[in-house]
């Protein structure tokens, strides 16, 4: 068992506390947005919010979540409106086949949390995902669209 | 623009469902019956239901993996219906209703940049069709000719009296109305959609998690499935201790899938893994166990020299030619596999019972899902039905092949009335890929004294994938494909004229099973080619941009791209200190494609990709944004590969299991790219692929000015550079 705040629900999950925060997500809180990817942290398609720091979930025991706050792509916009993020994503038609995108959301939302304003050099140091799509150009142009938002 | 006739009950194309077993032609389903979607809606025809709500929902078979295909499709229907934009929404057919149908949406098959360049016109057909049944629907109720009658943003209007109506009101009767025998598609002058740079229509639920892609379904009941085949290709189980993981947590089901796999059935995936991982599997690695990169690399290096093998191109006298050369180059390239290594690994969904077999799969092909369903499922057609799911990036991985479909079915078959989600693991993708083929290429030149190209010959040496996947469609056994860019005529036409020429294939197999992997084989023959081509330049010391002109003249589409991004780049003027250029261009999949490339190399070998220009033609640009994201993309593709992309091979697996041994491109290396879309007309060429080929060869020709040294073995990785 283990109890996760999930984007601010408090959730009782029938899991192995070794398990992988990623699979509790998507297997018992039936979350799909976070994806898997490599299982091995190198892609960052599974990146989520753990008291409002981007971590890669598929190598972070669900044991070691449980009393944070987990934010999943699910529950960063605000209600009906998207976060700001969000926003430039389809202001600048980010995705293409679209599967690694939360986690690249998930990962500049938390850049811009710690970096309103980033440069070119701290969006290279900080955003670290792979995309096989090949989005980058227009994940650059959209987190400073977001940046000035 | 002709007018096309429709005979409307049997309008065939002849459309051959490459793979997916099924040749049956095209038909419009034309008639009185009014056919329905599930929500009741009228069907105009195969493309066009209308809804009451005036909902416009475009049905096209081709599949959306983020190249933008359903929306430009979209854009073409459209646009010949007079559609309002802002109702149009879209839909896949399932392959199963296609058969039933006599397949209306003709071809299913997403690859080969095929998507719009082969459906536009089948589609604008059908958008045209349903405007003038509208239309014809409008006139009738009002009592009045047709012809005064016209269509705009999904509103009739007769024009003598000025009467309006919509398409929601009048798709009831419209679609009881027999078909115009002919329609008239518009001059491309007209186009108010086709062009425009219009924002795609799937957009939105990719940014909050709410798209399903395969790998997200859920069906109730469902459990979830992780397998293992044997690494070795062609090896098979020899035994599983099955009892040693049955008790673990969630585990229902260890079974074989065919001959060569174990799968773990269990509630989660996260415990089907678990359980898999610790069952103790023994294998039967089969006579391919001792074959190494090495041995396979051998056998290919003696294709290079070897005396038979099979001519594409032959024109005059290349060995003569070369021997009487004033000088001389040669030059020995080779190509590594590589992985597809789309984001979301390969799955599927299946659920069977005795009279029914139902697939959910993100798929390229859905008519090639659908084969693959009836055969492992042993079911006919009217019992078999594949649902087409989002698809996390395909680039080939998913549409020539379906073993995932014949694994999730065979497993679902083991568990009647349960649907099972297969789910391939990274590590599960890595090593059962179906990989960009081996090659090595000896490219032998000759100039004369005056530094001319007077013969070529380029020896290719390596896999072939249609010996591999679809041997039916060899040629004399020769592989075509095989000489993607350096072809006499056609999609991949060389764009040189050189006065003696030799282009061949001795063609090596190995027992890695070969794939079409976006762009297929114009990636390495741009790179022989085109890299071999500054190697003459170099040789002739002529500047790299007019020894290629001097040979271009009668390939004018060719030369048109290519100094478009010269121009573009200031070639011929002195670049920022310490910036070098490179350039290359092809014609790949009907579309002509050239790139400048602007490189730093640092240290010796920190190599950054500045800026890329790249030009396409491909005769019509129906989305230009979106053209300008595959560009980019596609340079993601290509730069990762060359860079740093291989699978080796050892005791005849494969070794790369998972990113942190086959790495991709981060946003840290992205060049700038700028796109130069420069449609010619009169003829559609891809998107998806072709400007992914132009990357590699503009990079390296750059990088051998910067640093004085030619590489001609890939990826660039194993020679110490680093894209930075």
Known sequence: ???????????????????????????????????????????????????????RSCVLPVASAEGKQITTIEGLATGATLHKVQRAWVDYEVPQCGYCQAGMIMAVAALLKDKPKPTDADIDAGITNICRCGTFQQVREAIHAAAKA | MKTPKIDRRSFVIGTAAVGAGLTLGLKIPFGASVVRAQDGSPEINAWVVIRPDETVVVRVARSEMGQGTITGLAQMVAEELEADWKKVTTEYPTPGQSVARKRPWGNFSTGGSRGIRESNEYVRKGGATARVMLVQAAANAWGVPAAECSAANSVITHKPSGRTTTYGKVAEAAAKLTPPAEVTLKDPKEWKLIGKSIK?????????????????????????????ECPVFGGKVKGFEAAKVQGMPGVKHVVPVGDSAVAVVAETWWEAKKALDALPITWDEGPNAKVSSATIADALKEGLGADQAFVRTQVGDVKGAIAGAAKKVEA???????????????????????????????????????????????????????????LGGGF????????????????????????????????EDMVQGRYHPVMQAKMSGGLDASGNLIGLHMRLSGQSILAAVFPQNLQDGRDNATFQGVDPSGDFTLGYTVPNLLIDHAMRNTHVPPGFWRGVNI?????????????????????????????????????????????????????????????????AFGSYVAACAEVSVTGGDKVKVRRIIC?????????????????????????????????????????????????????????KVESIIMPSGGFWGGVGEPTICVAAPAVLNAMARATGKRIRTFPLKNHGYQMV
């Open chain 2, 523 to 587: 990636n390495q023959n741009a790179i022989f080619l085109e890299c071999f081509m500054d190697e003459l330049a170099l040789a002739a010391g002529v500047d790299a941009l007019e020894f290629r002109r001097k040979l271009m003249s009668k390939h004018p589409k060719h030369l048109a791209v290519l100094n478009a991004v010269a121009d573009r780049a200031g070639w011929g003027k002195p670049a920022p200190a310490g910036v070098h250029r490179g350039l290359a261009h092809m014609m």
């Open chain 2, 200 to 228: 795609r229509l799937d957009t939105v639920d990719k940014v909050t998690g709410a798209q399903v892609y395969g790998f997200d379904l859920k069906l109730p009941g469902m459990l979830n499935a992780a397998i293992k």
């Open chain 2, 396 to 427: 080939g991985r998913r549409g020539a092949f379906h073993d995932y479909v014949t694994q999730a079915v065979r497993i679902a078959k083991q568990v009647p009335g349960t649907p099972v989600k297969l789910l391939w693991s990274r590590e």
């Open chain 2, 332 to 390: 020995v390239y080779a190509y590594p596999f590589q992985n597809h290594a789309p984001m979301e690994p390969m799955n599927a969904t299946a659920k069977y019972t005795a009279d029914k077999c139902e697939v959910w799969v993100p798929t390229q092909n859905g008519e090639a899902a659908f084969a693959a369903t009836l055969a492992a499922s042993g079911l006919p057609a009217d019992k078999c039905e594949v649902y087409k799911i989002n």
């Open chain 1, 1 to 55: 068992m283990a109890r996760l705040t999930i984007n601010g629900k408090s959730l009782e999950l029938k899991v192995d506390p070794s398990t992988p925060l990623l699979w509790a997500i998507r297997e018992q809180a039936g979350l799909t947005g976070t994806k898997y990817g490599c299982g091995v942290a190198m892609c960052g398609a599974c990146t989520v919010h753990m008291d409002g720091k981007a971590v």
């Open chain 2, 615 to 671: 030009a396409t033609d491909p005769g019509y640009a129906v989305n230009p944004a979106q053209i300008e994201r595959q560009i980019a993309g596609s340079f993601v593709y290509g730069l990762s590969a060359v860079f740093m992309e291989e699978c080796t091979v050892k005791d005849g697996a494969i070794e790369q299991t998972n990113f942190n041994t086959y790495d991709s491109m981060k946003i840290a290396q992205m060049p």
